[in-house]
């Protein structure tokens, strides 16, 4: 009897990631692909999401791979709003929650620390200290403030953490590259967009002379890496502008941007998925990052014009 042929290996980006997703993916992942990718619908992205939700109104659970432990994060909230941006479901009485668990966790000048000190006892990566009196971060506030903001969410929360936002954008001077991501995530979505644009302008001058980003795949040489970054972690272009009309796409020539797609294209892994760039220091952390960062890859590519399908 002859042998059953083998099924033909997917051929287009976006089957051989839905094959990559299917074999490696946490349910939420596997949920937003399928709305994104597969018409699926929103009722159960959220469901997926409300695995993570505590008591008090924020995420834990590991939502955000690098924080293990059951306890709520601001990192951990900001990546649930951010996933909740994504489907349509930024409003509510879920918003409402999650605005008086951000209340609770401020520091005094009403902002949100990067780690929480709840986090101690609980397993998470060497580059995230926790200490006893975190001080105020952008790099968990910006995208907060920025995602409520575009949602119009109105919360007596958001006064003192917008100024707080305006206020170490407008100052930043030396920043590393994923301190630019969040005060873009806060400027796409600040309401005073005069004020924004000039912001990202000065962010966009300071991400060129520092070389922040990788303008030429071919000359890695010219990219200025990171203290505590690991080998390859470097920021391309389409890292800074997620979406053709993020403030920050303004910073990059057509060139610039069509080699960091291009690059973004390649990228692509023989399993499907794409390489989370990040210090691995933790099996299951390193195993959950390549799911999210494969749909995050395959919106930018859509989101920038690119076939993926």
């Avoid at 109104?57 to 924080?67: S, T, V």
């Avoid at 008086?100 to 009403?110: A, F, I, K, N």
């Amino acid at each position: 009897m002859a042998e059953n042929p083998l099924p033909a290996p997917p051929s287009t980006p976006l089957a051989r990631a839905e094959r990559f997703v299917w074999l490696t993916a946490r349910v939420l992942e596997q949920r937003r692909f399928a709305y994104h990718f597969l018409r699926g619908g929103a009722d159960q992205v959220e469901t997926a999401l409300m695995a993570y939700l505590n008591e008090d109104g924020g995420y834990g659970h590991a939502l955000e791979p690098d924080l293990r432990g059951p306890v709520s994060q601001p990192l951990h909230t900001a990546h649930g709003l951010r996933v909740l941006d994504t489907i349509g479901r930024c409003g509510g009485l879920r918003v409402e929650r999650i605005c008086r668990y951000l209340t609770e966790v401020s520091t005094h000048d009403g902002a949100l620390p990067a780690i929480h000190p709840a986090q101690r006892g609980y397993p998470s990566a060497p580059f995230l200290p926790v200490v006893d009196s975190p001080p105020s971060a952008l790099l968990s506030t910006g995208p907060v403030v920025g995602v409520l903001h575009r949602n119009q969410v109105w919360h007596a929360w958001l006064f003192r953490a917008t100024e707080f936002c305006w206020s170490a954008v407008e100052s930043i001077e030396k920043p590393h590259p994923y301190e630019i991501q969040a005060a873009v995530a806060f400027l796409d979505g600040a309401p005073d967009r005069p004020r924004a644009e000039a912001a990202a302008d000065r962010l966009g001058r300071l991400v060129r002379e520092q070389r922040l980003a990788v303008l030429d795949p071919d000359q890695p040489e010219d990219h200025s890496t990171a203290d505590g970054y690991a080998t390859g972690e470097v920021l391309q272009p389409h890292d800074y502008a997620r979406v053709p009309d993020s403030l920050a796409g303004r910073w990059f020539t057509d060139a610039e941007m069509a080699r960091s797609l291009d690059r973004l294209e390649a990228d692509q892994q023989e399993d499907g998925g794409w390489p989370a760039r990040r210090t691995a220091w933790a099996p299951g952390s390193a195993l959950e990052w390549r799911p999210i960062v494969t749909v995050e890859a395959l919106r930018t590519l859509r989101a920038h014009g690119r076939a993926i399908s």
